[in-house]
């Protein structure tokens, strides 16, 4: 707020040392002789028992003077504090909604202000998990407010709920929007492209990428996953080489190793040896489950009932199941899976 009444500010005590729970008590005690300074006197307390962590409280104030605050100073720290105290008290939804009504009334008061207000009611979905209405005050946004960073939220956004195309579309503009700086922003706008079925597409901006950063792993990586899906191997073989020299922990890559050494060499020792490197560096849940079956597969293959057991018993494990599986139920199709990213 641009003012403070005096008596307020003679409540301080020193950086540190306030007691903003006393602090609001001396505020509201102080209408009485100061009814002119009403509004501002109500927000300051609001702003005292929030940070008090006096949460309930707060909130009961807001509510109850928030009708008789006109003053817009005093109105956007009022709502400040009640949002504030809300989350706190995790009431999320809520808060939301009276981020709306702060949308609304900057609207009116501060036309100038209302990106930051949009931007703050996406943020408050996103943490919620509501990708859509994050997305879609998002959305709201000029077109000139929106920088790098803004679409590269966006583009994270569209890919949580598998919209490929919008995803893509953002990590280029913030691409864009960063020319040269980053070839990461050009590689996820291939990898988003692919995602969507359009490789082809694709290949255009990981060379853009490679071209910006000749060590870009990801980049290697996902050209050698095209070349791998159209059956051209050599290629595929020097990108996820390239892709080892600059990031030799990448489990990925050794998954479609092994898929390499299999399918198209008919190697099993190989195979296994690159899964089971593969099983070493850390893989996500996902990848787990797909190295872990793979691993059964090609154990029984050459045997080795043993490992077969262990790893199928492993990947039920990780899918969360404890049960036995009998022999019969194993997939036993020639291909193994790979890794898509």
């Known amino acids: 707020m641009k003012h403070m009444p005096e008596f307020i500010q003679a409540t301080y005590s020193g950086e540190g040392k306030s007691d903003y729970a006393l602090k609001a008590k001396i505020t509201m005690e102080g209408l009485a002789a100061h009814p002119e300074e009403a509004e501002y006197i109500y927000a300051y307390a609001a702003c005292f028992l929030h940070i008090a962590k006096q949460e309930e409280a707060c909130v009961a104030h807001c509510f109850k003077y928030l009708p008789q605050i006109t003053i817009w100073d005093c109105r956007q720290d009022t709502l400040n504090a009640l949002i504030g105290a809300l989350e706190a008290l995790n009431k999320f939804s809520e808060a939301i909604e009276i981020r709306k009504q702060m949308l609304e009334e900057t609207k009116t008061n501060t036309p100038g202000e209302v990106s930051f207000d949009i931007r703050e009611i996406a943020e408050a979905y996103e943490q919620q998990a509501d990708y859509e209405n994050a997305i879609a005050y998002y959305e709201m946004l000029d077109e000139k407010e929106r920088q790098g960073n803004i679409y590269e939220k966006m583009a994270t ?32 706008t291939g990898r988003t492209l692919a995602l969507a079925g359009k490789e082809d597409e694709s290949k255009f901006y990981f060379e853009v990428a490679l071209k910006i950063d000749p060590q870009d792993a990801y980049s290697h ?13 050599y290629r595929a073989l020097h990108h996820y080489t390239e892709a080892l020299k600059s990031q030799p ?15 198209e060499e008919g190697d099993i020792k190989g195979a296994i040896e690159n899964i089971e490197t593969a099983l070493q560096q850390n893989p996500d849940t996902n990848l787990l489950i797909t190295l872990y079956l793979n691993l059964s597969q090609l154990y029984k293959k050459i045997s080795d009932y043993d490992n077969h057991e262990y790893y199928k018993a492993k990947m039920l494990q990780t899918i969360g199941f404890d049960v036995e599986m009998d022999d019969e139920e194993d997939d036993d199709d020639d291909d193994f899976e790979t890794d898509d990213g």
């Open 157 to 188: 956004l569209y890919e949580k709920i598998k919209d490929f195309n919008n995803a893509a579309a953002n990590y280029l503009k913030a691409a864009q929007h960063y020319a040269r700086d980053s070839a990461w922003y050009w590689s996820n």
């Open 221 to 233: 990586y996902y050209m050698g996953f095209m070349y791998q899906n159209k059956g051209d191997v």
């Open 249 to 263: 922990e990448f489990p990925e890559v050794y998954t479609n190793l092994g898929a390499i050494c299999f399918n």
